[in-house]
């Protein structure tokens, strides 16, 4: 089981629609996978129609009062599994800081999970803050997928991620958690702006940069208020097969390497 938390303390990058269809895609794919909504606002929850089940949310299980597996719940979508988050959270932030061991309540929370290997990924739907839950997050995650606008100030905000990431791994809460993958979203082909960006971040970051590109759509921006992923809304638009495609990558990514590869190199 690996767990992937895709950060960016900037909002409005596209992160929580990657996070659900990313997982959707995944799921799609056959692996079997649990999105952790860490965000207050609950955005990832609402986005796959299940904003009706208030209280089941990681509040709980952080402060150590109930295990994680109670609070997970299937979807609709056959292999793709949930834990929402409603308002309520905010609060478990407040009470986390109070602990000893507060940037690390959530990977102890999930040791359990990694220990059965229940799922093959788990994605942590991060808020766009650099609070306690984004920290536990990327205390947590064995990597991160940071998802960039493509728009003048990506690679300030990429910078920052980069810090933060820094700054975890110094602390010794998580010494070899790193940036796995940056994706560029809401990619416009009709200016010459976003090329611009996509090429800058390459040039600074490499193959850390996914090939894939998920494009500005309209049909991406509707999907959520119907509580429904691009996989479902919009099956054949770009979205969608911007997603699948992303989700193919992400599993290329994830493979082992050879040993007779890490010979050679």
Same mark, same amino acid.
């Given at each position: 089981?690996?767990?992937?938390?895709?950060?960016?303390?900037?909002?409005?990058?596209?992160?929580? %629609?990657?996070?659900?269809?990313?997982?959707?895609?995944?799921?799609?794919?056959?692996?079997?996978?649990?999105?952790?909504?860490? @965000?207050?606002?609950?955005?990832? %929850?609402?986005?796959?129609?299940?904003?009706?089940?208030?209280?089941?949310?990681?509040?709980?299980?952080?402060?150590?009062?109930?295990?994680?597996?109670?609070?997970?719940?299937?979807?609709?979508?056959?292999?793709?599994?949930?834990?929402?988050? @409603?308002?309520?959270?905010?609060?478990?932030?407040?009470?986390?800081?109070?602990?000893?061991?507060?940037?690390?309540?959530?990977?102890?929370?999930?040791?359990?999970?990694?220990?059965?290997?229940?799922?093959?990924?788990?994605?942590?739907?991060?808020?766009?803050?650099?609070?306690?839950?984004?920290?536990?997050?990327?205390?947590?995650?064995?990597?991160?997928?940071?998802?960039?606008?493509?728009?003048?100030?990506?690679?300030?905000?990429?910078?920052?991620?980069?810090?933060?990431?820094?700054?975890?791994?110094?602390?010794?809460?998580?010494?070899?958690?790193?940036?796995?993958?940056?994706?560029?979203?809401?990619?416009?082909?009709?200016?010459?702006?976003?090329?611009?960006?996509?090429?800058?971040?390459?040039?600074?970051?490499? @193959?850390?940069?996914?090939?894939?590109?998920?494009?500005?759509?309209?049909?991406?921006?509707?999907?959520?208020?119907?509580?429904? %992923?691009?996989?479902?809304? @919009?099956?054949?638009?770009?979205?969608?097969?911007?997603?699948?495609?992303?989700?193919?990558?992400?599993?290329?990514?994830?493979?082992?390497?050879?040993?007779?590869?890490?010979?050679?190199?």
């Amino acid at each position: 089981m690996k767990i992937i938390a895709i950060a960016n303390q900037k909002g409005g990058v596209g992160k929580t %629609t990657t996070a659900v269809n990313l997982g959707a895609a995944l799921a799609e794919k056959e692996q079997r996978i649990l999105l952790i909504d860490l @965000d207050p606002q609950a955005n990832a %929850t609402s986005s796959l129609g299940m904003q009706e089940f208030e209280g089941e949310t990681l509040y709980e299980p952080l402060l150590g009062q109930t295990a994680m597996a109670a609070k997970i719940l299937p979807t609709r979508l056959e292999q793709l599994f949930l834990i929402p988050a @409603d308002l309520d959270l905010a609060g478990a932030e407040v009470e986390i800081a109070r602990m000893p061991d507060h940037l690390l309540r959530l990977a102890q929370t999930l040791q359990p999970l990694r220990a059965d290997s229940a799922f093959d990924f788990v994605l942590l739907d991060c808020p766009p803050s650099l609070g306690i839950l984004m920290s536990n997050a990327l205390a947590a995650a064995d990597e991160i997928l940071t998802p960039i606008q493509c728009e003048y100030f990506a690679l300030e905000g990429l910078v920052k991620i980069v810090r933060v990431v820094e700054q975890v791994r110094d602390s010794g809460a998580n010494p070899n958690v790193q940036i796995g993958g940056i994706l560029m979203t809401m990619f416009d082909s009709r200016t010459n702006l976003s090329s611009q960006v996509v090429a800058e971040v390459r040039q600074h970051f490499g @193959d850390k940069v996914y090939t894939t590109v998920i494009p500005r759509t309209v049909r991406l921006s509707e999907a959520p208020s119907f509580g429904k %992923t691009i996989l479902e809304y @919009d099956k054949s638009g770009a979205g969608a097969r911007a997603y699948r495609a992303l989700a193919e990558e992400f599993i290329r990514r994830q493979a082992p390497v050879p040993a007779s590869a890490e010979s050679i190199s």
